[in-house]
């Protein structure tokens, strides 16, 4: 993984995401079940990125939950002969009206906030896909399609556990995780 720059600095990113409620006060370990990344991936740490820009509908495309893994349907052995969880309901969701109300949840507040999780272990090409990103516990997932900016907004050290808070640049000046409020 790159070095990244310190907490409060601005970058883009693209790829999966998901809401912070689902990555707030979980241990490594539970986390990567949570997501559907190796158990170890978090083990040298990982950084926590927060969505900072809106996203239009057409920016998004469909990945179920985490328990798809890659965002398809099927076994992971069966790599990109899977269908998509988005081709899958097209036939009988209204995908405009699906994304457009999706797009209008995508909060920059509180722990319904969309979230990027950046592992200080980045991806390892001698791992087969389907033990590198296996079946997750079954979170809500996205794609963002596009980069889009996001805040560092924590890095967490090897062995911690993400409690909330981290710099924000809205008229606050800080975020803080209602849930860790209590505990700064």
Do not use: C
């Amino acid at each position: 993984m790159p070095e990244l720059p310190p907490p409060g600095t601005f970058l883009k990113a693209k790829g999966f995401v998901t809401r912070l409620i689902f990555v707030v006060n979980r241990p490594a370990r539970e986390l990567e079940a949570r997501i559907g990344d190796h158990r170890g991936r978090l083990d040298r740490g990982w950084s926590l990125l927060l969505l900072k820009e809106k996203v239009a509908p057409g920016e998004i495309a469909l990945a179920g939950y985490s328990h798809l893994s890659g965002g398809r349907i099927g076994p992971p052995e069966q790599g990109l002969a899977r269908q998509t969880v988005e081709a899958d309901t097209a036939g009988f969701l209204d995908m405009g009206r699906v994304k457009r109300s999706l797009a209008e949840s995508f909060v920059f507040g509180g722990p319904q906030r969309i979230v990027k999780i950046i592992p200080a272990t980045g991806h390892d090409p001698a791992m087969r896909e389907p033990d590198q990103y296996p079946v997750g516990s079954g979170i809500p997932q996205w794609i963002l399609l596009p980069e889009k900016t996001f805040i560092l907004a924590a890095t967490v050290a090897p062995g911690m556990t993400y409690l909330g808070g981290g710099p924000d640049a809205g008229p606050a000046g800080f975020w803080v995780d209602p849930r860790a409020a209590n505990t700064l």
